[in-house]
């Protein structure tokens, strides 16, 4: 088969990583791609949303699947473009299609599934520039903290916790009235503050059955103990300690079945990943939100712990047979710890020089915000790379990611020194 992963971040390296390994996949591409998918596929200069590229690119290549690797063009209807247009119909997509995408594009729409489906979840209510000062009065019904969630895609920077009324009530007027966060703040959903330890749980879907993958925990914020500002994520580690099996079992029964039976129940065509943000309060488990495509970076110690061949699974899912494959675990923990350019969530510098990472033999480096430059490996983007371990233990797979660090370098190199603190 050949093969084009679309996407550019290191969930796109990882997967390429995974699917270069497989008999079944003869040639890969990567749309628009990293330093690090160019050591295991071909980057091709095209970016996720510009369909018309894609369709040349497809037909030029002979390409036979495409997987999509980020939210964006899922929201924009990628899947729909092939389903059509007669010369790309045939074709594998991986993602969803655009009205089951609105699981991730709106969290409106996601509140609304979740309740008809009386799948567990936080209160809320949503407000539009309009119903502003509705907004204020909502506010003063919770105790705090207070959540704020920009209705659209913010690039995982949508989402704002304040522990004052006051500086709640600014946040609405700041996204609603000055538009914070452009057209996907033209509607915020305010929530009820769910107190408790937050994991992610990794759906596979053929639109009629379903297969689980190991759970992982990211860490959002910039800081040491979970402080300052919300990133794309940090670090990651699976499996989850605190996921029991009790635990699990509720999750499957409470959350994933009603899932994807809801889905065809509202009658809507999803062939891909689905990505469950929980939290589990007290001993269960509820859900914070869906995303529509795997996690970055969990995606980075997820994949690493399964034993399956990726393509025959993304085949599986293609054609509706999921219910043939059984899913292999490796029992090693996998952590990773993510390196960021300096000033990171907020204004940083690119093109700073990687050095280090032929030096690195006990972890695997995904590429995130990395491109080659001649032959060098330089930073451009603010999440730069995935440094992923293994261990019998995820304490053990943490000190070998750090480790590993300590060969790397570019100029104003970030880090948390902190993954797993709080298992």
Known sequence: MNILILGSGGREHTFAWKIAQSDKCENLYVAPGNSGTAEVATNMDVGVTDFEAIKDLVLDKNINMVVVGPEDPLVKGVHDYFLNDETLKHIAVIGPQKVAAELEGSKEFAKEFLYRHNIPTAAYDSFTKETVEQGYAFLETLKPP???????????????????????????????????????????????????????????????NYKILPTAKDYKRIGEGDTGLNTGGMGAVSPVPFATEDFLSKIEDRIVKPTVEGLKKDKLPYVGF???????????????????????????VVFPRLKNDLVEILQAMSNGTLNEIEIEIDERAATTIML??????????????????????DSILFHAGAQLQGNKVVTSGGRVMAVTSYGETYQEAIKKSYQSIEKLHFDKMNYRKDIGFDL
């Open 146 to 208: 207070y959540v704020l969630k920009a209705d659209g895609l913010a690039a995982g920077k949508g989402v704002v916790i304040l522990e004052s009324l006051d500086d709640a009530k600014a946040e609405l007027k700041s996204m609603l009235v000055d538009a914070k966060f452009g057209a996907a703040s033209t509607k915020v959903v305010i929530e009820e503050f769910l107190d408790g330890i937050e994991l992610s749980c990794f759906v596979l879907t053929d639109g009629e």
């Open 274 to 300: 689905i990505f469950i943000g929980l939290i589990k309060v007290g001993e269960d488990p509820k859900v914070i939100e869906y995303n529509v495509r795997m996690g970055d970076p969990e995606t980075e």
């Open 340 to 361: 960021v350019s300096g000033g990171y969530p907020e204004a940083y510098e690119k093109g700073k020089e990687i050095t280090g990472v032929e030096d690195v033999k």
